[in-house]
T-cell receptor, first 113, second 116 residues
Framework: GNSVTQMEGPVTLSEEAFLTINCTYT??????LFWYVQYPGEGLQLLLK?????DKGSNKGFEATYRKETTSFHLEKGSVQVSDSAVYFC????????????FGTGTRLQVTL | GAVVSQHPSRVICKSGTSVKIECRSL??????MFWYRQFPKKSLMLMAT?????????EQGVEKDKFLINHASLTLSTLTVTSAHPEDSSFYIC????????????FGPGTRLTVT
């Protein structure tokens, strides 16, 4: 079956530091990959996605590249801000399965001044 | 746009009672809604998929008689936890997919259920 593994948090960084949150997956076929972000008190929001190998998803300075050879979709940002503090979820969906999502456990990011 | 609300945000109920959680799409029509459950430090687990006007499809291992799902309109789905037990205490999250819209789920803020 499908599964997603994320690095455990919390991750604490100073403002303007470089961020990497690792995500690897196991899936049949060719899944689509997603990063969701959950800010305090809010629902999950789609941050970025990639639907095929070597695609790079990007949004708000965050990037992730779909690496089929390493089954990874690591999230990166060159310079984090305090406002990026949130929980980040990696997820996958097999095409044609009515968009059923399989999530990782989430990684809490805390950015300090 | 694409806002999903849940009510209540927190609920405490006694063992043996039933509790209903509502999920509403506020500014769009949702033909499909999803219900998830999240345990502490665990990932979101899909419980069921509901389509407006039809029976919900439950994931393996989820008791359909215990977790009743109704999706009677294009903007409202409800999850009723029947005869609740302490092990049902969890964080329940819904999401909705817009009718005819992009292949994306919009998530509600979640409901914290505590059964005493």
């Amino acid at each position: 079956g499908n599964s997603v593994t994320q690095m455990e948090g919390p991750v604490t960084l100073s403002e303007e530091a470089f961020l990497t949150i690792n995500c690897t997956y196991t899936a049949t076929g060719y899944p689509s990959l997603f990063w969701y972000v959950q800010y305090p008190g809010e629902g999950l929001q789609l941050l970025l996605k990639a639907t095929k190998a070597d695609d790079k998803g990007s949004n708000k300075g965050f990037e992730a590249t779909y690496r089929k050879e390493t089954t990874s979709f690591h999230l990166e940002k060159g310079s984090v801000q305090v406002s990026d503090s949130a929980v980040y979820f990696c997820a996958l969906s097999n095409t044609g399965t009515a968009s059923k999502l399989t999530f990782g456990t989430g990684t809490r990011l805390q950015v300090t001044l | 746009g694409a806002v999903v609300s849940q009510h209540p945000s927190r609920v405490i109920c006694k063992s043996g009672t039933s509790v209903k959680i509502e999920c509403r799409s506020l500014d769009f029509q949702a033909t499909t809604m999803f219900w998830y459950r999240q345990f502490p430090k665990k990932s979101l687990m899909l419980m069921a998929t509901s389509n407006e006007g039809s029976k919900a499809t439950y994931e393996q291992g989820v008791e359909k008689d215990k977790f009743l799902i109704n999706h009677a309109s294009l903007t409202l789905s409800t999850l009723t936890v029947t005869s609740a037990h302490p092990e049902d205490s969890s964080f329940y999250i819904c999401s909705a997919r817009e009718a005819g819209g992009p292949y994306e789920q919009y998530f509600g803020p979640g409901t914290r259920l505590t059964v005493t």
